[in-house]
């Protein structure tokens, strides 16, 4: 019986199921990551001062597409997103939320371990990944607003017309949305606005989880103030 690849994508493709293999490529950070993220700071800021673009027009494409095949000590699952519809391994998921929304001391660590065991186990019928479809609704969202071209949207380039209190918050070493562009709002973007900002100490995407009480703290001051 001949075996049809297209039939077979196709139907990888309608059942949502992609190919899984345990790995640890990539799950050692290296020891002089942070000497790597303030050298790519530097270069993007080098090339924002040569070609005038904004630090939020920045955008990661790291996804390298690879054929299907049966190989030894991989196995076919169903897919969950990475923002492109492509598939991330549950262990890949779990080293992504520690090492971009934590930072990497072992306290922190720790923490971050006791928050994906609670988002992951919590509640039984926890809400699934918003799919393709949501992914892609919510790029879009993000690309217009930081678009020039779409400014009359009520886009990122309209900042300054807010003329309210704005609170502006981020880890200091967030490497998601990089922290630079929290200070780049604060000080060229919402120039007519009562904006303030807060800076949680070592601490990176995930600033929420981690200071969780005293960022509640400081909504409650700033709404009622």
Excluded: C
């Amino acid at each position: 019986m001949a075996f049809s690849t297209g039939w077979f994508t196709g139907f990888l493709k309608r059942k949502q199921l992609s190919l899984h293999e345990p790995t640890k490529r990539a799950q050692t950070v290296p020891g002089d990551y942070k000497n790597k993220i303030t050298s790519w700071l530097q270069f993007n800021r080098r090339a924002q001062a040569k070609f005038n673009f904004e630090l939020l027009e920045i955008a990661n494409v790291d996804q390298t597409p690879i054929s299907f095949e049966f190989l030894n000590n991989k196995t076919y699952d169903t897919k969950a997103q990475d923002g492109t519809g492509n598939k991330l391994p549950f262990i890949q998921q779990h080293h992504a939320y520690l090492s971009t929304f934590f930072s990497l001391t072992p306290r922190d660590q720790a923490l971050g371990e006791e928050w994906w065991e609670r988002m992951t186990t919590a509640r039984p019928n926890r809400s699934d990944y918003v799919g393709p479809a949501g992914t892609k609704a919510q790029l879009g969202a993000l690309a217009r607003w930081e678009s020039r071209d779409l400014a009359s949207e009520g886009s990122y380039n309209r900042l300054h017309e807010l003329k309210i209190p704005v609170l502006v918050a981020d880890g200091d070493s967030d490497i998601l949305v990089p922290t630079v562009n929290s200070w780049t709002m604060f000080k060229k973007k919402l120039t007519n606005a009562v904006a303030h900002l807060a800076l949680f100490p070592d601490v990176g995407h995930g600033f929420v989880d981690q200071y969780s009480n005293q960022f509640s703290q400081l909504v409650n001051v700033f709404l009622d103030a």
